[in-house]
């Protein structure tokens, strides 16, 4: 595998949404259908996809805010980064996904480990205090994701593409074996600025007629990390909360 100095970022962000209560996707899709009138959507068929997503035990590289991951997809695998955004509420953003490089072979990230960390570390502006080679020769597969989609094409007149999934995702922590399914959406859109209004309009339109659909507004990683330990979470975010109660209490 070749691996460039830095990451190359890919061209799309992904915006991933829940289907609330017993909604029917066929209704969903006829009603989006309806809203985009001034554009063409062709069914594309059924496509499947595998992601497995690696860390250190520790889960030193996503505390970071680095998911490193092997990506399967149409009988090709795929090295990739996401760069999560640490921002809150509203102002979070859509992760950032890097392209690492094409494997020839089904093999594990730690045999290029010299590589994906001078790629990482050449890539971001974050300067890393600890080894990073080391970290990804430790790093072990965590979390497995299985996609069945329905896929759909988005067409516009001004040259606009983008994606639409209907899926079932299957999480699974491979440890311990326990998984959970999720019924959802994904729309993927072009991140060339010459589309940006009409990707907001589109998302616009999503959030004030849809309301069958809720942005979950996280990354593919996040949903796994909430769907599959969401006990964890929820001790960690009540961690936080008492260590700003005990600041206050100290100023």
């Known amino acids: 595998m070749k691996v460039n100095d830095k990451l190359e ?4 962000h992904s915006y991933h949404y829940v289907m609330l209560g017993f909604a029917d996707f066929k209704k969903i899709f006829k009603k989006l259908e ?23 035990p520790s889960n030193l590289l996503s505390d970071a805010g680095i998911v490193l991951s092997k990506q399967y997809e149409a009988k090709r695998i795929y090295l990739k980064v996401r760069k999560i955004s640490k921002l809150p509420g509203e102002m ?46 430790q790093t072990v597969p965590k979390i497995e994701i299985n996609i069945k989609s329905n896929k759909y094409h988005i067409i516009g007149g001004t040259g606009f593409r983008a994606d639409f999934f209907y899926e079932v ?4 922590d491979i440890k311990t074996g326990k998984k959970v399914d999720r019924e959802g959406v994904t729309l993927q859109l072009s991140t060339d600025e010459e589309y940006t209004q009409e990707n907001k309009q589109i998302l616009d339109l999503i959030d004030r007629q849809i309301k ?40």
Not at 9 to 12: H, I, P, Y
Request: cysteine-free; hydrophobic content about 30%; overall charge negative.
């Open 212 to 251: 069958e659909l809720a942005l979950y507004n996280l990354s593919r990683f996040e949903i796994a990390q909430m769907l599959l330990y969401p006990k964890e979470i929820e001790e960690d975010e009540n961690r936080f909360e008492n260590e700003d109660d005990d600041k206050e209490g100290n100023e």
């Open 169 to 172: 995702a299957t999480y699974k």
């Open 34 to 56: 309806g809203l985009l009138k001034f554009y063409r959507i062709e069914n594309k068929g059924k496509e499947f996809a595998k992601e497995i997503i690696y860390d250190v």
């Open 9 to 12: 970022q890919t061209n799309v």
């Open 92 to 137: 979070k953003r859509p992760s950032k996904k890097f392209i690492l490089g094409e494997l020839e072979s089904d093999i594990e990230p730690r045999n290029y480990s010299l590589q994906i960390s001078s790629a990482i570390e050449n890539s971001f502006s974050t300067t890393f205090t600890v080894d990073l080679d080391s970290i990804v020769k």
